[in-house]
């Protein structure tokens, strides 16, 4: 029977308990490498809860019923995060650390990074298990993966491209990969930087 309070039933605390215990530990190692690198590796970072509409779309999709046992036990993306890095190495980093930290179980690994989308949709995505019980979808990308990412998002959505779909989806993908050539290029700049210092 569906629970009256809306399909997380009386999780929702727990589930903003857990974004806000992901995000401190990602605070935690952003000033550890902030410590070794000189730097804050992270531009932004953010939680969300995915919205009521979201999840019973998702259900509806998935061939779920719309319960709060579909949303947090069939469905792992409750709980989202996204951690945008000026460099792609931060990005492996920051998931190392997050793997080695013992906090985690680690269900799920996705690297679209290394092996990006037919589309050119390019992360690094984590489905973790906290505490033994509620689930997280972590998403680790460049600036520009996410700037390519929002893009792509909201030109998905509008209706009246004619017939110029194909055009629209070919430069995309052009332009995902001219943003991983830079993405690569910017990494080899900031390699030789780090390097001089060392010296």
Known sequence: MENTSGIYGNQKPELERVINQILLHITQIRRDMESKLGMDPVEHCLGRIKSEESMREKCRRKGLPETTESALEKIFDAVGVRIVCAFVDDVFTIRNYIADSGRYEIIEEKDYISRAKPNGYRSYHMILRVDGKY????????????????????????????????????????????????????QTIRDMILEGDSR
């Open 135 to 186: 689930h997280a979808e972590i998403q680790l990308r460049t600036i520009s993966m996410d700037t390519w990412a929002a893009l792509e998002h909201h030109l998905k959505y509008k209706k009246k491209v004619g017939g110029r779909q194909e055009l629209i989806i070919g430069e995309l993908k052009r332009c995902a990969d001219e943003l991983a050539s830079t993405d690569l290029s910017m």
